[in-house]
DNA sequence: GATAATAGTTATATTTGTAAACTATTGTAA
DNA sequence: TTACAATAGTTTACAAATATAACTATTATC
C-alpha cells in the first residue's frame, strides 16, 4: 500500500493528501465515538467552548452556510448547544454538553497522540522549522489574491451594483 | 482578512487549511482556463501522460469511482481522451488532446509559480527540511491503522465471508 | 478450467460546497 | 433619530464530493 511519488507534487497537492492520510487515522483511531465527522470542530471548541459559529469559521477555514449544518448536527448527537448572547442577540454561544466535553477530550487526546507518533522519529530542531514553515506558507498564501471561498467577509464586494 | 490562531492547530488541521489556502489561490490563477476544478489531475497527467485511472488514484489519493466521473468531465470539457490499451483491454490510457497539453502546460505553471511565490523569503536548506518533512509525515501515516478511503486495494479484504 | 485479481463502471445515498437571498440585530454616520 | 451598512446566522437550491456496494470485462494464477 503506498501513495506513489508523493514527493514530486507541488506543495499544495502535498497538503491535500497528508491531510487526507490523517484524517482517514484519525477516524479510524475514534471509531468507536458517538460521531464521525467534524473531529476538528470538536477539537477546537474543546479548547475554545462558547465561541460563536463565525469563530469556528474562521479558525477552521469552514464556510458559515456549511457551519450551520455542523452545528446542527453535533446538537442532534447531544454534543453541544446553541446559547443566545444576550448582550448581542445575532449571535449564539456554542457550548459543549456534559457529553460533549467527554467526548472531545477523547479526539483532543487523538489528535495530540497522532502529532506525537509521527513526529516521533524527527529532530525537535526539524520539527520547528517544519511548523514553522506551515505557518509562513499559510500567512504566505493568505496575502495572494484567491477565490472567496470561507472568507464569508468578502462576499458583500460583489453586493453592489 | 486571516485565519485566525493557525499555529495552534494538529497538523492534519494545518495541512487541510494549508491546502485549502493553495487551491483558493490556484483557482484563482487559472480562472481564465476551459476547466474550473482537477487541476492536480491536469498537473499530474501533463507529466504522466497515457497513464490508467488507476495510477492517478494512486497518486493523488482519489477513490476510483470519483476518478471515473473527473475522466469524463475533462473528456467533456475536450482536454483528454480515453484510449483503450491493446495489450490489457481492461485498462484505457488517459491522453491529453491537443487542447489539454496545451491547457495543462498553464497550469503546471501555475502550480511552479505559486510554489515558487510561498518559498522566496525562505533559505533553501529550511525547505529542504520541510519536504523532507512532508514526505516522513505521509509515509508514517500510510503504516499506521487507518479507513481505507482511496485505498481501493484493501476493499477485497472485506468481501470474504 | 475454475477462481482470484484488476480496471473500470454504475447506482445510490449522504455529505459537502457554493451562491444567493433572507431575518434579525447591532453599529455608524448624516 | 433615521437611514444605511455590517454582522451573525439561516434557508433554499443546486452542484460536486464521498462512500458503499454490486456490477462487467478482462487478465492472471493455480
Known amino acids: 500500500m503506498n501513495i506513489d511519488n508523493y514527493e514530486k507534487h507541488s506543495v499544495g497537492v502535498k497538503a491535500l493528501i497528508l491531510s487526507k492520510l490523517y484524517y482517514s487515522v484519525l477516524s479510524k483511531s475514534l471509531e ?3 460521531v464521525e465527522r467534524y473531529f476538528s470542530v470538536l477539537n ?14 474562521n479558525n477552521l477555514a469552514i464556510d458559515k452556510t456549511a457551519m450551520v449544518k455542523v452545528i446542527d448536527y453535533l446538537i442532534k448527537a447531544n454534543f453541544v448547544e446553541r446559547k443566545l448572547n444576550p448582550n448581542d442577540r445575532r449571535e449564539y454561544f456554542i457550548v459543549l454538553t456534559k457529553k460533549g466535553l467527554k467526548q472531545t477530550t477523547e479526539i483532543v487526546n487523538a489528535f495530540k ?10 529532530s525537535k530542531q526539524d520539527q ?34
Open 44 to 57: 477546537f471548541l474543546h479548547n475554545n467552548n462558547g465561541c460563536n459559529q463565525q469563530c469556528i469559521c
Open 32 to 34: 468507536s465515538l458517538g
Open 128 to 161: 520547528l522549522v517544519f511548523h514553522k514553515m506551515l505557518g509562513q506558507l499559510a500567512a504566505t498564501l493568505i496575502e495572494l489574491p484567491a477565490t472567496d471561498l470561507f472568507f464569508n467577509y468578502k462576499k458583500t464586494k460583489k453586493q453592489k451594483k
Open 113 to 122: 497522540r497522532i502529532d506525537e507518533k509521527i513526529f516521533a522519529n524527527t
